[in-house]
DNA sequence: CTCGATACTCAGATCATCTCTATATTGACC
DNA sequence: GGTCAATATAGAGATGATCTGAGTATCGAG
């Protein structure tokens, strides 16, 4: 799962967004490190419905304007559940490996390869 | 930053690795989850070499075979250091995201909409 | 003597994402 | 009156990391 595809799942998950809605969510959880593109975001709902992901909630007209309502699905909130797993067995090796690293200096040839 | 590149990045920072030993480091660290394809490791060795991510160690010759040693360079673990931070948000988010959603009731259109 | 593990390389295809553009309405600013 | 920013969706074309699959070669075990 890229990361576009993961923040339109997260912004959904607690409940329906249209798709601006998704990309003001998804800047405000990111603490504004992450801007979706709008070309991004629409082939996005769009491949995500298609594979069952999220589904369409419903249609508003606001000011003439359509807003179209999108929900997490189960398998959606399933594959985003499975995706939160990946995510954290790859921050904790990164971050041990990482840990390790500062421990033996940065790099220095002879103490990196000590204890392997 | 794709998996197989963070795991790569991943599994230098201790020490250099030859390419087959970071296929195995990364099959390790990730507990069997994921396993970096031939074609796909040793076109991003190259690539992140030229990026300036990882540098070659040095070439050893066991068995008549070549074994290219890789080690990453501060500005690779620089970058590691800063994709682990950007997956300690996604996660938090994630986890906080799904949170609401279970204590609403997975989807139930009324209570979803409760509060926002 | 075949099989699995080790070790690296390359060609071709896929596909999510990115960039750019288009369309349309509303409200604010000057 | 005109322009700009925000709201809201959509499509075309390009990019590029990754995947698939094959190839090459050595070594030890069964």
């Given at each position: ?8 799942l ?69 594959a985003l559940g499975?995706e ?33």
């Open positions: 799962m890229r990361e576009p595809t993961f923040w339109i997260t912004a959904l998950a607690p409940q329906p967004r249209h798709g601006y809605g998704v990309i003001q969510q998804t800047t405000q959880l990111s603490g504004g490190t992450v801007t979706l593109q709008a070309g991004t975001l629409y082939a996005a709902l769009d491949r995500l419905t298609a594979e069952g992901l999220i589904e369409i909630d419903r249609d508003e007209i606001v000011d003439g304007r359509t807003r179209r309502y999108y929900r997490l699905t189960s398998d959606g909130a399933e499975a939160t797993e990946r995510l954290r067995r790859s921050l904790e090796a990164a971050t041990s490996q990482l840990a390790t690293r500062r421990r033996f200096g940065l790099g220095l040839a002879d103490a990196q390869r000590v204890a392997w």
